[in-house]
């Protein structure tokens, strides 16, 4: 396992209500089996996706507090997309 950068696209603040703020990213990684992607903008992840850029097919993973586990079975140094909605 190890643990991988996040190459964060963009970011943007979604205003749910006038005091509940969450915020919406996109980010490049290079992924293999067990490794954890921190996103660092965010204290609590609502929801996270992982694309390979290659194909577009999904990659499975879990999340936990502001952390990405890809938990996808046979990955070595793939190239994904990733989308996380979080709490900031």
Do not use: E, H, W
Not at 1 to 20: G, P, S, Y
Not at 51 to 78: E, F, H, S
């Amino acid at each position: 396992m190890v643990v991988r950068a996040a190459l964060i696209q963009t970011t943007k603040d979604v205003i749910v209500t006038a005091a509940t703020v969450k915020k919406n990213l996109t980010f490049a990684a290079t992924v293999t089996t067990n490794d954890t992607i921190p996103i660092v903008d965010v204290t609590t992840l609502l929801g996270a996706s992982l694309m390979k850029t290659a194909d577009g097919t999904a990659v499975t993973c879990t999340i936990a507090t502001n952390v990405i586990t890809v938990t996808g079975a046979g990955l070595t140094d793939v190239p994904v997309l990733g989308t996380a909605y979080g709490t900031p």
